[in-house]
């Protein structure tokens, strides 16, 4: 595709409730980095793939996280239970090859938790 | 593991002044420095990216230069103009690459006209 594509681009959850993150990355990129942004902070990494293989997922921040590339394309996190402190704006990327090339962000998925 | 330190945390300049961002980074072994834009709501942008065995490096009105010895980097914009205004990011990697980035904690530009 054209670029990083997320979806949705807005999710309200309850407290307790479980979501799910999609990102589509640009076709044919074979590393994609999922990262956490609060309100005013920096982007927060969280894990990185390598087509189906999930690298490095030490910035998850508790086994309430999880997330799948399956088919070494489309990425899904999920987040059980949903807290308060989950809001935040969760931020896809995706770059050609491993510690190569320039890594593209998707728009994001902003998460509120009520 | 990496602390990227950013500051000014806001920076505010004249239309046509120049602005300059400060970054620091604990981990020696980082080798990929790039600095993205992102717009209210909008996502992070690559700008200008600088690897470790090169000292500075510019495009147009933006430059990049980078201290290994004493860990730090600095982006330069000359000639601002209002459309420059936004959160800038510094971040770090290890790999030589893109992926697990450490970041900055941003600095909001405003370029006053």
């Known amino acids: 595709g054209a670029g990083v594509s997320q979806s949705p681009r807005y999710k309200v959850a309850k407290r307790g409730q479980d979501v799910a993150l999609r990102c589509d990355p640009i076709?044919?990129?074979?590393?994609l980095f999922w990262y956490q942004q609060a309100l005013g902070q920096g982007p927060e990494f969280l894990t990185y793939?390598?087509?189906?293989?999930?690298?490095?997922k030490s910035g998850l921040p508790s086994d309430r996280f999880f997330a799948e590339r399956p088919e070494g394309s489309v990425s899904t996190l999920k987040i059980q239970r949903t807290q308060q402190e989950d809001s935040a704006v969760y931020l896809c990327a995706s770059s050609l090859l491993q510690g190569r090339t320039e890594a593209f962000f998707g728009q994001g998925t902003r998460l509120t938790v009520v | 593991g990496e602390n990227v330190e950013q500051h000014p945390s806001t920076l505010s300049v004249q239309e046509g002044d120049s602005a300059v961002i400060k970054c620091t980074y604990s981990d020696s072994a980082s080798n990929y420095f790039p600095w993205y834009k992102q717009e209210l709501g909008k996502r992070p942008q690559l700008i200008i990216d600088i690897r470790s065995n090169v000292g500075e490096k510019k495009d147009q009105r933006i430059a990049v230069t980078l201290n290994k010895t004493a860990k730090h980097f600095s982006l330069h914009i000359t000639e601002t103009q209002p459309e420059d205004s936004a959160v800038y990011f510094c971040?770090?990697?290890?790999?030589?690459?893109?992926?697990?980035?450490?970041f900055g904690k941003g600095t909001h530009l405003i370029i006053q006209p």
């Open positions: 076709s044919g990129h074979v590393s």
């Open positions: 793939f390598q087509n189906e293989a999930q690298l490095d």
């Open positions: 971040a770090a990697s290890m790999t030589g690459g893109a992926d697990g980035l450490t």
